[in-house]
């Protein structure tokens, strides 16, 4: 259902898709059914995609807006080692190439503590942005918790959105740690419209992504849907029927290699695996020279 003038008090949780297009005066009925204690989601993206995949930052004005609910997406997007492949191609000829820009959320990566991700093995976010809490607007009211953060060997990409892979490049001065990408808020938030307008008691989370929803990762990446199925029964109804689901959603991702096992496996592909190959073919020359004679002998 769209966003009007009004959202009805039996809604039990609003999930509101992207900032750019929305009017004034449904920011003020979002705003006015947080107050009431509605519970929210938010998937915002902090930056546009195009077709030529060419990024645009999202307007700053119109991402501040969320400021007084203690967070705020930014005008940045995060690259990871720990990624997924992509398809692309260059005139006739297309290709599938690792792709920083789709992050594969590891289980390390996913809070073990919170029913929403507790028993998910995964995620995939694709041209995904950070999440900033606003420390000015947290009350006292309100605690955050991150539900889904970035690698240890992630960096923030803010300047330049040129999102080809050609241009992928990690920069020397650049910053490698994890990066908030889903954040939960609990408690009394500040209205946008009223700095001393307090809310009651609601929850909010937040993603710096709306594309993971996009038909293509949910047919790919099924756990994607899991995990907005979860955070929605878990704002509405509690944390009931959480597991039953996430214990279908089965995704083992195989842990990234060290430095030392990617050198092992490439010296066993290099030198032993000629080895193994000269070492069959003379085998197989005195097996066929054994059955040769003896075939000899026979007549």
Known sequence: RVIDSIIPPSTNCLMVIGLDSLRESQKKA???????????????????????LWGTPLNQNILQWTKNYGFMVNNDLILDVSNV??????????FILPYPY??????????????ITRD???????????????????TTDITHEILVASSPYSWQEKDFF????DFIKKPK?????????????????????????LSSETMILVVGNSRFLENPFIRRYPVNLVFLMNAMDVLSFGDALVSIRSKGAISRPIKPLTSTQKALFKYINLFLMPILVVVLGIAIFFVR??????????L
């Open 102 to 115: 789709w992050i594969k959320i590891l289980p390390k990566g996913l809070n073990k503590k919170n029913p």
């Open 120 to 138: 998910l093995e995964s995620l995939v976010l694709p041209w995904s942005s950070s999440v900033n809490l606003i420390q000015d607007s947290i």
């Open 30 to 52: 979002i705003d006015d059914y947080i107050m009431r204690g509605g519970k929210a989601i938010f998937l915002i993206d902090g930056v546009s995609i195009g077709k030529s």
């Open 162 to 165: 040129a999102l080809s892979p």
């Open 289 to 298: 020279k054994n059955w040769l004679k003896k075939v000899e002998e026979s």
């Open 173 to 197: 001065s650049a910053i490698t740690k994890p990066y908030p990408l889903a954040v939960l808020l609990r408690g009394k938030v500040r209205s946008a419209f009223d700095d001393k307008k």
């Open 85 to 94: 492949e992509a398809p692309f191609s260059s005139g006739y000829v297309s």
